[in-house]
C-alpha cells in the first residue's frame, strides 16, 4: 500500500496496512533545537537544517530523515510575500546556548503589524496593532495581501511534481492563525475580549474583514495546488489545557459561522480533506467542527481536560479521524523510551481501530525531547501500528 493510499484510507475509516505517520508540517513538526540534537544522534549532523517556520523555530526535515522515521506525507507550505521582508533568524544549526546568546535577531513585525520578539525558544508577541483603536482606525488597518504572488510562487510546479512522481499524501500547509486567533493577535487578547463581552461592533467588523482575507486567501492558494493536495490544513486554536478560549455559546455566535464559510470556500475547490487544528480541552465544540465538515482534528493532546482518547474514538470516532495524539507535554520529554513506547501503543490501540487515525505528536516536538524519545516514537509506530492491531498494553494512563 502506498503512503497516499493508506492515508486516504485511514480518513476514510478504514483499516489500511498500518497506522499513517506525519512529521514535518507546521502543527506536525519539530523544533530546530531538538532536531538538531536528533541529527547528531543519528550520526547525521552534516545535514543541512533550515527554518520552517520562523515564530516557533520549527526546523524543515531533511528528506532522508523523513524517510527514515517512515511519514506518509509531504507538506507544501506558502512562501512570504514579496511586499514583506523576511528577516533573518541567525544560523539554524546554532545551539540553544548560541542562540540566546543574542545572535539572533530580537524581534520583527510581520505583515499583520504584529510585533513579535524572541522569547527563549520561540517569538512571542509584544505588540498588537489594533490594540486601543477606534473603528476610524480599524477602517484605516492595513489588511495582508492575500493575493501576493510571493505566496505561491513556484508551488504548482512542486505540488504536481510531489503528486506524479512521488506516493505521498501531499499537505497544503499555508502557515498563518486562524480566524479567531488573528482577531486575538491584531486586536490583543484583553481588547477583543473585551468587545466580544459588550457586544461591540468592533468585534464583528474585525471578524468579518478576517474572515474576507481567508476567503481570498484559501482561494488563491487552491487554485494554485487544489488539483494535487489530498487534504489542506488549517485551523484556529479554541482551547486551553482545561477549557475552552471562549464560552461555546460565543463560539457558536461569533465563530463558528466564520470557519463554516471558509470550509465551503475550501471544499468549493478541492476534493481534499480538511484538516483543522485547535490545542487543548474542545470536547464542547468537536459535534460543532463535525458538523461543519472537519475531516481530520488535530493535535488531539491526550492531557488536555476531557480529551480521553478512548471516550473521544467512541463518541466521535465514526464521524473524524484524529491526527496527532502523542503526548508531547509530558511523555516526550520526561519519559523515558519505554514510557514512550507505552504511550505510543495506547494512542493507537485508543484511536486506531477501524482507521481514523495518523499518528503524530501531540502538537511540534518540542525543543526539550530527547532524541531517543523521538526515535522511540516513530519505531513505536511502525512495530505496533500494522493492522489488524495486536497491542496489549502494561497500563492504560489516566488521563486517556
Known amino acids: 500500500m502506498t503512503s497516499r493510499e493508506r492515508v486516504l484510507a485511514a480518513i476514510n475509516h478504514q483499516e489500511p496496512d498500518r497506522v499513517p505517520i506525519d512529521l514535518g508540517g507546521i502543527l506536525s ?6 532536531y538538531r540534537r536528533l541529527l547528531g544522534y543519528l550520526g547525521r549532523a552534516d545535514l543541512p537544517i533550515t527554518v520552517s517556520e520562523r515564530v516557533q523555530q520549527l526546523a524543515e526535515p531533511h528528506e532522508e530523515i523523513l524517510q527514515r522515521f517512515g511519514s506518509d506525507f509531504r507538506h507544501i507550505r506558502a512562501g512570504p510575500p514579496d511586499n514583506y521582508e523576511e528577516p533573518s ?6 545551539s540553544y546556548e548560541d542562540y540566546a546568546s543574542g545572535a539572533t535577531q530580537h524581534a520583527f513585525v510581520d505583515e499583520w503589524g504584529i510585533k513579535w520578539r524572541r522569547a527563549a525558544y520561540y517569538y512571542d508577541m509584544v505588540e498588537h496593532p489594533l490594540a486601543g483603536a477606534s473603528l476610524e482606525d480599524l477602517k484605516a488597518y492595513r489588511w495582508p495581501d492575500p493575493h501576493d504572488p510571493g505566496k505561491t510562487r513556484g508551488l504548482r510546479e512542486k505540488a504536481r511534481d510531489l503528486y506524479l512522481n512521488t506516493d505521498y499524501a501531499l499537505v497544503a500547509d499555508p502557515a498563518s492563525g486562524g480566524i479567531l486567533e488573528m482577531a486575538l493577535w491584531t486586536r ?9 463581552g459588550t457586544h461591540s461592533k468592533f468585534a464583528t467588523i474585525l471578524l468579518d474583514g478576517i474572515t474576507e482575507y481567508f476567503l481570498a486567501w484559501f482561494g488563491e492558494y487552491l487554485d494554485t495546488v487544489g488539483d494535487y493536495i489530498q487534504i489542506i490544513a488549517q485551523g484556529d486554536d479554541l482551547g486551553m489545557q482545561d477549557r475552552m478560549l471562549l464560552p461555546p455559546n460565543l463560539y457558536r455566535k461569533y465563530i463558528e459561522p466564520r470557519h463554516q464559510k471558509v470550509i465551503e470556500l475550501i471544499k468549493s475547490k478541492t476534493r481534499a480533506k480538511v484538516f483543522h487544528h485547535s490545542c487543548g480541552a474542545i470536547v464542547p465544540v468537536i459535534g460543532d467542527l463535525i458538523e461543519i465538515s472537519v475531516d481530520i482534528l488535530n493535535p488531539i493532546q491526550p492531557r488536555a481536560e ?22 508531547v507535554q509530558t511523555v516526550l520529554p520526561r519519559g523515558t523510551t519505554d514510557d514512550v513506547v507505552e504511550e505510543v501503543k495506547e494512542r493507537i ?7 481514523g487515525y495518523i499518528l503524530a505528536a501531540s502538537h511540534n516536538i518540542q525543543a526539550d525531547v530527547p532524541p531517543e524519545n523521538i526515535v522511540a516514537m516513530f519505531e513505536a509506530a511502525h512495530e505496533y501500528g500494522q493492522y489488524p492491531l495486536q497491542i496489549e498494553l502494561s497500563r492504560r494512563s489516566d488521563a486517556s
Open 29 to 34: 513538526g519539530v523544533s530546530r533545537f531538538a
Open 89 to 94: 533568524f541567525g544560523d539554524p544549526h546554532a
Open 188 to 196: 490583543g487578547f484583553e481588547d477583543f475580549y473585551i468587545d466580544l
Open 306 to 327: 476531557g480529551m480521553n482518547t478512548w471516550e473521544l474514538k467512541r463518541v466521535y470516532g465514526h464521524s473524524i479521524t484524529f491526527h496527532g495524539g502523542v503526548d
Open 349 to 355: 490501540a485508543s484511536l486506531g481501530p477501524g482507521g
